[in-house]
């Protein structure tokens, strides 16, 4: 997961502990896998997905991610490394993608 977006949850649910995936609707946390699937079963999931939007980008999907809203660094190719010229060093980190060697996609995003 993207170190930004578990911090996020982290500060929303007010622990270090987080358990993935976490379902969260209109703010609020709805539960996790299971508890989708109970409130579906129950007939209570729709109640809460109204007013949300059906599809983002207007119906269709981004031509860059696919709906994904990440791709892969273009920096490093997602290895997360590239070559220090300057320092004269074979590989540091690179300063552009996240810890999984994705950034966020600059057509949806």
Partial sequence: ??????????????TRQVKIPAVFVKGRMVGSVEEVMRLEEEGRLGILLECMPKQRMGGGCCCGCGGMRFVMCDVCNGSCKVRDVEKKKNTVKCLVCNENGLVLCPICS
């Fill in 1 to 14: 997961m993207h170190s930004v977006f578990k911090e996020e949850i982290r500060g929303i649910l007010g």
